[in-house]
């Protein structure tokens, strides 16, 4: 029964799974527009003044990044389930509603934001505008309505686990959704004390995101490299499960260098820089040592003639690989040396966050996850090689390319911030606004503009290549 499901056809889930890539691919894109107007405004106020206000197009981008994502983890599962436990996924039709209904809820959410953006300080505007909380500011039916469609799919993943096939990447899965749901109900409550509130406020920024999206990213990896290099299960699932064990420790204790600033003791300054660093360790190891094995079969495999051991997708194999480092980069490198208590005491608030943020996001989410939609289009066609196209190249290198330009650009503003606002003038308002007008800091943002212009140009060819990729006959059927 198996067979019909590895081919990527003949499946409604992996169907299902098209229309969840489909629509993040479509947020995905809306994301970095919306980024562009709000890196404009940053340079030129003026722009859409009275039309669109700054930090509405800046709630729209930064909910649009966490919102395309979770569509694309929901996809993924959609597409891995069959493959991992041979069955067709259980719950299918409930499934397919559901999609539709998160779809819709997305598109009313947005229409609020872009054509009312305020409303007043009561309950209404919690309950219909916005519930007024960075980051998380969904109105709240729109909040009840993502944990119900949350809760069905996990219903969907754990019948279908129980029934089909056992394996360690849908264990983990099962395991990992269940904190993937409970995590985000921590930012459903309000409490009079703004520290309370600001202490379960970063379980869902930073701990939502740090410990269950990790080791989702680690699940899916672990997919990948089986299915793109005929990886061995027991090495991919060993690393699994020391991330796991790692990421959920590290993850909660990594939250310590937030905890200080509501008015925590000093400790979680070092416990919470320690733990942060060591999160993206497990997953770099498992691509090193899946590389290593692969390289050894490779050898042996030409020394007897046999040169069938290739990689099947190397479009998504790419994705995946920059996935590795761009996590360790992100999430590791940036995190760590900006979250160091020394360092944090003139860092904290600066664009070194912004830097780390838009890094740790791509690094360790984005690029995985534009590997799934790779595997899902070779799935789709029936591909059983799938070769580098120019506009696959193009994408990807527009994309990494100008990903790390943003970053360097908003560390360098973030180094201005740190040398003028906090160190000579003390971080006091004239020392904020006095960085804020130096020509370094002036000149990163407008690099920071320049490359997301980059980076929507290599989406729109990356957009262009999956859409035309079935139809090229470069790849192998």
């Known amino acids: 029964m198996a067979s019909k499901y590895l081919t990527g056809t003949g ?8 229309w969840y890539f489909t629509f993040a691919a479509i947020l995905f894109g809306a994301q970095l527009l919306f980024g562009l107007v709000a890196a404009t405004q940053y340079v030129m106020p003026g722009f859409l003044y009275g039309i669109l206000d700054f930090s ?9 990044l966490v919102v395309w994502m979770v569509f694309a983890m929901f996809g993924s599962v959609y597409w891995l389930l069959p493959d991992e436990t041979g069955i067709e996924t259980v719950g299918i039709k409930i499934g397919k509603l559901l999609f539709w209904i998160f779809a819709a809820a997305i598109v009313v959410v947005v229409l609020v934001f872009l054509f009312i953006q305020v409303g007043k300080a009561d309950a209404t505007t919690i309950w219909f505008i916005t519930e007024g909380r960075e980051y998380i500011e969904a109105p709240r039916w729109a909040d009840w309505g993502i944990v119900v469609v949350a809760l ?3 219903g969907n993943l754990f019948l279908t686990g129980m029934k089909g096939k056992q394996t360690g990447i849908v264990t983990v899965l099962m395991a990992d959704m269940i904190a993937f749901a409970g995590l985000y109900l921590a930012g459903m409550f309000f409490t009079d004390n703004i520290s309370v509130d600001q202490y379960w406020w970063w379980w869902v920024i930073h701990l939502w995101v740090e410990a269950t999206w990790e080791v989702f990213v680690g699940a899916i990896a672990a997919y990948g490299l089986i299915k793109m290099l005929g990886a061995h299960r027991q090495v991919v699932e060993m690393w699994l499960w020391i991330e796991v064990a790692m990421l959920f420790g590290s993850g909660i204790l990594g939250l310590g260098h937030h905890y200080f600033w509501i008015g925590t003791p000093e400790y979680w300054w070092e416990i919470g820089a320690l733990f942060s660093a060591l999160e993206p360790l497990p997953l770099v190891a498992m691509f090193v040592h899946v590389l290593y094995d692969w390289g050894k079969t490779q050898g042996s495999e030409e020394e007897k003639g046999n040169t069938n ?32 208590p020394q360092i944090n005491l003139y860092t904290h608030g600066t664009q070194f966050t912004s830097a780390h943020g838009h890094l740790a996001f791509f690094g360790a989410y984005a690029t ?11 799935g789709t066609n029936g591909i059983k090689v799938m070769k580098h196209t120019r506009a696959s190249i193009w994408a990807t290198s ?30 006091t308002w004239a020392g904020y606004f006095d960085g804020q007008s130096g020509m370094w800091f002036q000149q990163a943002m407008d690099w920071r503009l320049i490359m997301g212009l980059v980076i929507f140009t290599g989406f ?11 139809k090229n006959p470069v790849h192998e059927r």
């Open 56 to 64: 509405i197009a800046r709630i729209i981008h930064i909910n649009a």
């Open 309 to 340: 051991s290739v990689i099947n997708n190397k479009p998504a194999f790419t994705w995946f690989v920059l996935n590795a480092f761009g996590n360790f980069l992100g999430a590791g490198v940036w995190g760590f040396f900006h979250t160091l």
């Open 398 to 427: 527009m994309i990494t390319g100008g990903m790390m330009g943003m970053t360097v650009a908003l560390t360098i503003a973030g180094y201005v911030q740190v040398i003028v606002s906090r160190a000579q003038m003390g971080a």
């Open 152 to 154: 069905g799919f996990v």
């Open 11 to 18: 499946s409604e889930s992996k169907q299902l799974a098209t």
């Open 460 to 470: 729109i060819i990356l957009a262009k290549d999956l859409l035309t990729t079935g």
């Open 368 to 378: 995985i996850l534009i590997g799934m939609f790779y595997i899902a289009v070779q």
